[in-house]
């Protein structure tokens, strides 16, 4: 069941590795589904080969209901965002290295860049550390996601959210740009930050971006 949905996921993961989000097997693409039933990758597994029956159904209380498979390691963590956080449909997680590395100098990515505001909705927390496969990555991602679709997991990765597979995807691969810029940018002299007008028309235009 949900094979369209499977397919979808095997996409954004191949659209992970793409962007040079993740390396080998790492990171988890996982969906909800309207009856409640959660979709994620399976654990330890390289996304070039996957196919559709790789991807394990749960429930809500993560007993597999469809899969051979193990699911991602971090599917605790997973179920404690969808759970808390009935608004997000699709989360996303990396271990991208842009991101991850503005996590170890400081508390937050400022929004220096229109298209963090387009994609994440404005600056980006970084979480307290959490170990993969701890139910405490779920609870930090939720208490610090403040509204964006973004968290960057300190010493670990990046957690992104959207209403959609898409936005969850262009949450991270526009984190890591706007990561990258930040760096460079921090690396030769002082940044500029965009402020709360300027973040806000970004996200006013961006909600109407693309084909409808």
């Not at 971090?74 to 699709?90: F, G, Q, S």
């Not at 937050?108 to 860049?113: E, G, H, R, Y």
């Not at 996200?203 to 693309?210: A, E, P, Q």
Request: aromatic share 6%; net charge negative; proline share 2%.
């Amino acid at each position: 069941m949900f094979e369209k949905e499977k397919r979808a996921i095997i996409d954004a993961a191949l659209a992970m590795k793409e962007y040079r989000l993740i390396a080998l097997s790492g990171g988890n693409v996982s969906l909800k589904i309207d009856d409640g039933h959660i979709l994620v990758t399976p654990s330890g597994m390289g996304y070039e080969g996957m196919v559709e029956d790789d991807i394990i159904v749960v429930d809500i209380d993560e007993n597999v209901v469809e899969g051979e498979r193990r699911p991602s390691v971090d599917t605790t963590a997973l179920l404690y965002i969808y759970k808390n956080m009935p608004e997000v449909k699709a989360v996303i997680h990396t271990h991208q290295v842009y991101a991850t590395a503005v996590g170890l100098i400081g508390d937050k990515l400022p929004c220096a860049v229109t298209t963090l505001a387009n994609a994440t909705l404005g600056e980006i927390t970084v979480a307290p550390y959490s170990s993969a496969a701890s139910l405490e990555m779920g609870i930090e991602s939720v208490e610090n996601l403040n509204g964006k679709r973004a968290v960057i997991l300190k010493n670990h990765g990046v957690i992104t959210v959207g209403g959609t597979l898409k936005e969850a995807l262009y949450a991270a691969v526009y984190l890591e740009d706007a990561a990258k810029t930040y760096l460079v940018a921090r690396s030769v002299g002082e940044v500029s930050i965009l402020d709360e007008e300027q973040v806000q028309v970004a996200v006013d235009v961006f909600s109407n971006y693309g084909q409808k």
